[in-house]
């Protein structure tokens, strides 16, 4: 069982909204994962963004809860950059107003957080890091780029079985204006209705 305030959040989202040209892409991970599903295999998701700071674990949290949520399992997911810097914090702050618990392990340039999304399973351990840093998997993951830099960076990225360009555009946009708090929620909900429609749509043996 997720917390119940997810639960909540989960329940407002409009796979509606999403556009048909959007679920092409996302039908490229729906198949991914089915595939894995079908074999009985390890399912691991690796979200890469430039920095591994914002819309990477954005993407990692809500598709490890959601794969809980839904009942799929083997599902593991990671996150990583072209480069590390550091989790933005109002990352963290906006998947907290969607009902996570959230703890600081470390105070350091690039904290390590402890992200829970249930009190029966383990957190997500979330802070930035290489896509190909020992933490990852380094071979059979299908590798996800959030971003449109690493998507043009990275047109292979070693070890994956399929890259998938699932974009979103970057909240860093609206630091420091009075729409800053509202947009990170804003994207953050707007990877939750993607990632629950992708989950929704699979087939459990």
């Known amino acids: 069982m997720i917390y119940n305030s997810i639960a909540r959040t989960l329940g407002?989202?409009?796979?509606?909204?999403?556009?048909?040209?959007?679920?092409?892409?996302?039908?490229?991970?729906?198949?991914?994962?089915?595939?894995?599903?079908?074999?009985?295999?390890?399912?691991?998701?690796?979200?890469i963004c430039t920095h591994n700071s914002r819309r990477s674990h954005l993407s990692q949290v809500w598709a490890q809860t959601l794969a809980h949520y839904h009942n799929i399992g083997?599902?593991?997911?990671?996150?990583?950059?072209?480069?590390a810097t550091a989790l933005f914090p109002l990352v963290a702050k906006a998947l907290e107003t969607s009902g996570f618990k959230i703890e600081k392990l470390s105070d350091t340039s690039n904290p390590v957080y402890a992200i829970k999304y249930s009190e029966v399973t383990h957190p997500i351990i979330g802070f930035s890091k290489p896509f190909d840093a020992a933490f990852n998997p380094s071979s059979e993951f299908a590798a996800i780029m959030t971003c449109d830099s690493a998507n043009e960076a990275?047109?292979?990225?070693?070890?994956?079985?399929?890259?998938?360009?699932?974009?979103?555009?970057?909240?860093?946009?609206?630091?420091?204006?009075?729409?800053?708090?509202?947009?990170?929620l804003e994207r953050s909900l707007q990877i939750a209705t993607e990632l629950n429609y992708v989950f929704s749509n699979l087939k459990t043996l």
């Open 12 to 47: 407002q989202l409009e796979s509606k909204s999403i556009p048909d040209e959007r679920k092409e892409i996302l039908q490229q991970l729906i198949d991914f994962i089915q595939n894995k599903i079908k074999d009985g295999a390890i399912i691991n998701l690796n979200f």
């Open 74 to 83: 083997n599902v593991f997911t990671y996150s990583g950059g072209t480069e």
């Open 154 to 184: 990275c047109p292979f990225v070693p070890g994956s079985e399929q890259r998938i360009p699932l974009t979103y555009e970057d909240p860093k946009a609206f630091d420091n204006t009075p729409q800053q708090a509202e947009m990170y």
